[in-house]
Each structure stands twice: as structure tokens, then as C-alpha cells.
């Protein structure tokens, strides 16, 4: 079987699967675990209909989709939240205050809003639909090259609240590749700074960045 239909099993019988990676299952839906994920917490939404999975997202994902999923893709980020609330702290700085404006840890509106990412990639690598819910730190060793950054962090990336994209074409999928994910620099998602193609330097700086905001209970 090809690599791209990797997800398929959590789909089509889910009951079965037994890699630790299942973490919510019914009729119409999987969520799973991202074996190979790019931040602390990365998880996967997976429709189960076979159908769903025929076309493009964009061309699939419309407002009867949305409101059919959304509580499905809520599930996943209230199981990210307290992911973090279990195993981190808000570090403090030197004031006595956290790095951050607020305390994301404890007012999950603004957790969602600063630190979670939610959408699809414009070319999908996975033949089964799915939809990422991912914290916004991209602090995991499974981050290993430019790709693998800017897949979630440039226009690569096409946000949950941007879909349906009515009628907006995505493009040709060499020309994103090629504009995304080789030209495009990596700049840092918590403070801009542009990195170039300098990956490795990116990933140290990703490390002491959430080191920064967070710290282990
Ligand atoms: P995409 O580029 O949007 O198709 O993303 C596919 C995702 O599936 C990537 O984040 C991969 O890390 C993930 N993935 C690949 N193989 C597996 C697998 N066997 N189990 C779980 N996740 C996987």
C-alpha cells in the first residue's frame, strides 16, 4: 500500500488500531495523534467517510462541513489545552509577571487564539482527508528540515477560519511548493524574526522560545 494512504486504518476500522496514537473515535469521525509531530501537541482530525476523502479539501471543507465538524476539531484543542495545563507552567519573567501578556494557560480563549493552529495544507501529502490541530510552539525533534516548518507557517498552510474558500483557487502545486516551502524564509512564529534558510539556527531559537514561555509542573 503507498505511503499516502498511511491514515487510512484509523478510518476504516479504528477499533483495531493499537499504536497508542487513537485518541477519540465514533461513527463519523478519528482523532488521532500525529505520529510524526511538528510541535509539542499535534493532532489530526480524520472524517470518516470514504467520501470526504474524494477531491481536494478546499473542495470538500464548505459551511455544512464546518458546522458538522467544529465540535470534533473543539474536542481536539480542549485535549491540547489540557495537555498544557497538566504539564506546564507560564514561566514568569524577572517582574514577577508571565512572558507573556496573559496567561494563556489559564484563559483558553486566548490559548486558542495565540498558540493554537487549526487547517489543512494546500498540497496534502495524506490521501485522507484531514484537518490539523496543532499548538503554535513547532518545538519537536520530529521538526527536521525548512519543509517541515513552512508547511505550517506560510500561506502553505490554509486556516480552518479561512475555509470555505469560495470560490479562491489554491493553485498549482508545484508553484506553492516551490513559493512556500523552498523560497519562502523561515521567520519565527512568536516574534517575527526572519531566520532565512538558516534552519537549524530557526530550531535552537524555537527551543528557547518555549523554554521562555513555559516551564515543566
Ligand atoms: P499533510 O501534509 O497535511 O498530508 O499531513 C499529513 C500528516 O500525517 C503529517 O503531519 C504526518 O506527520 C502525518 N502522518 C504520516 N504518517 C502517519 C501515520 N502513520 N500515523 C499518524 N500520522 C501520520
Redo the contacts with the bound molecule.
Sequence with gaps: MSWRY??KAYVTNPETVDDG?MIYFDDKVSI?K???A?SECHL?VLPRSTQLSRGHPTNIIDSKFKNEFEPYIDSAINYIFKHFQEKFRIKKGDDNEPNWEDDILREKDKFISKFIQIG??SV???ANL?I?VISRDFNSLRLKNKKHYN?FNTGFFISWDDLPLNGKKVGNDKDIETKYLKNHDLVCCYCQENFSNKFSLLKKHLELEFNKHFELR
Aim: aromatic share 6%; hydrophobic share 45%.
Design positions: 498511511a491514515l496514537a488521532i500525529d505520529s510524526f511538528k489530526l489543512i495544507h496534502p501529502s495524506m484531514h490539523h508547511s
